[in-house]
């Protein structure tokens, strides 16, 4: 069974930084592009950022210049550093994978999500 678990949320005030992990366990073949997505209350789910297998990144506009993805594939794990943040960033962080993984008799590529984690952008 893949998992993915998000970790770093919280609560900061406007300008300053946080840094959300993801980190996916299971029985992990390969893994393929991996992205961070975000609700906000009322809204729908819009991609925030996404890195490929080569480390290629995409950021939405809204982003773009404040937030750094990375990841580590010997870890199975990505990162989004985001600075400079503003109220309207505020929303339920989202980790997704696209994954490969086998289990007896299948191999399969299915796409999973976190939990999400919280942030919240106040003062």
């Known amino acids: 069974q893949v998992q993915l678990v998000e970790s770093g949320g919280g609560l900061v005030q406007p300008g300053g930084s946080l840094r959300l992990s993801c980190a996916a366990s299971?029985?992990?073949?390969?893994?393929?592009?991996m992205g961070w997505y975000r609700q906000a209350p009322g809204k729908e789910r819009e991609l925030v950022a996404a890195i490929t297998s080569g480390g290629v990144t995409n950021y939405a506009d809204s982003v773009k210049g404040r937030f750094t993805m990375s990841r580590d594939n010997a870890k199975n794990s990505v990162h989004l550093q985001m600075n400079s943040l503003k109220p309207e960033d505020t929303a339920v962080y989202y980790c997704h994978g696209q994954i490969f993984s086998y289990s007896p008799g299948r191999l399969s590529g299915d796409d999973y999500w976190g939990q999400g984690t919280q942030v919240t952008v106040s003062s």
């Open positions: 299971g029985a992990i073949l390969s893994i393929n592009t």
